[in-house]
């Protein structure tokens, strides 16, 4: 169980963060310390993570000396192996339908340990308490690179404790929006061309906390991905193209955040390797010549209903 002396009296939401951390498993003292500095100083954490804030250099420093003395973190005993940082902080991909449902859950929802959906040892639970109450954060992200992409309230931090917690310790950088508003700022950030990621964190309670959105020139979990380190996991889709319809206007290979689409002999070609199914180009092709598909080598989508339901079969099944 955590144990805390504060010097000073927390805020409310810092106490329902520190609530809901005792009800947590396997979640330690570390955790919750790690989880409070990363939502409580979040620009400066992810300013260092993406190599923009001015202390980066000190902490890749740092961080390498550390690696290089300590062991690394053993998985759980289930999983084998050990603990990689994208184990501890990744995104799945999701389409603007998927990330829609996540906004507008009308209930409190308890799936644990999601591994069919979410492929990593750690943070894999959806536990939402209070999904209505959502919070659109100015983007870490964006917020640390020198000429960001706009708008910048387009993190929606989702559920209880964290929306309160973000809103009261950012309270210039955040307000709370409705799930109307929150679902505006889906379909607006899918007009522009961005990914829906659902992000989890183990620090976070090991579970989903916000849907981002997001663009490869901003994005550190998608710049991350593409020097090889695996945070973000595909959809469960991939893109198609209908080759009578593709006219070779080469609008989807623009609009593809993932370089996963080229021009061969005036047509599109999808490298489905590369392809991560979010569904930005069906919707960017004025010919309706690309389409989303189901992958199984690209895992389960995260379809909130689907999840739900299937939890209460077992449930039921099991009763």
């Known amino acids: ?24 498993r396997a979640y330690s003292f570390f955790d919750f310390v790690h989880g ?13 993570g993406t190599g923009e804030h001015r202390l980066a250099r000190a902490y890749k420093r740092a961080a390498g000396w550390l ?18 940082f994208a184990d501890t902080y990744h995104g799945k991909v999701v389409t603007l339908e998927s990330a829609t449902r996540l906004v507008t859950v009308n209930q409190d929802i308890n799936l644990g340990d999601l591994e ?16 209505d109450h959502i919070v659109a954060l100015e983007c870490p992200c964006r917020a640390s690179r020198p000429n960001p992409c706009l708008p910048l309230d387009v993190c929606l931090i989702i559920g209880e404790p964290f929306a309160s917690f973000i809103n009261e310790h950012h309270a210039g950088r955040s307000r709370p929006i409705t799930q109307g508003e929150a679902v505006d700022i889906l379909r607006a950030e899918h007009e522009r061309g961005h990914v829906h990621h659902a992000f989890f964190k183990d620090a976070m309670l090991g579970r ?6 997001c663009c490869s020139c901003c994005c550190g979990a998608m710049q991350a991905a593409r020097q090889g380190v695996p945070m973000l996991a595909s ?9 009578d319809l593709c006219a070779g206007c080469a609008a989807c290979e623009a609009a593809c955040q993932f370089g996963a689409i080229s021009m061969a002999d005036d047509r ?25 598909v189901r992958d199984e080598a690209k895992g389960i989508p995260l379809e909130i209903d689907v999840l739900m339901a299937q939890a209460a079969g077992s449930s039921v099944g099991g009763a």
């Open 208 to 213: 989903f906390y916000a849907i981002c959105n």
């Open 67 to 84: 690696g290089r003395i300590m062991p690394p973190r053993p998985a759980p005993a289930a999983a084998g192996g050990s603990i990689s």
């Open 268 to 292: 599109s070609v999808v490298d489905t390797g590369l392809c991560m199914g979010c569904g930005v180009c069906p919707d960017k092709c004025p010919n309706g010549a690309m389409q989303l």
């Open 235 to 243: 959809s469960g889709y991939v893109s198609q193209v209908d080759p």
């Open 1 to 24: 169980m955590i144990r805390l002396r504060w010097p000073l009296p927390p805020r409310p939401s810092t106490r329902a963060l520190i609530r809901e951390a005792r009800q947590a």
């Open 36 to 48: 409070y500095v990363y939502a409580r100083w979040t620009y400066t954490y992810i300013g260092i």
């Open 116 to 131: 069919h959906v979410i492929p990593y040892n750690l943070a894999r639970d959806i536990i939402l308490k209070h999904p």
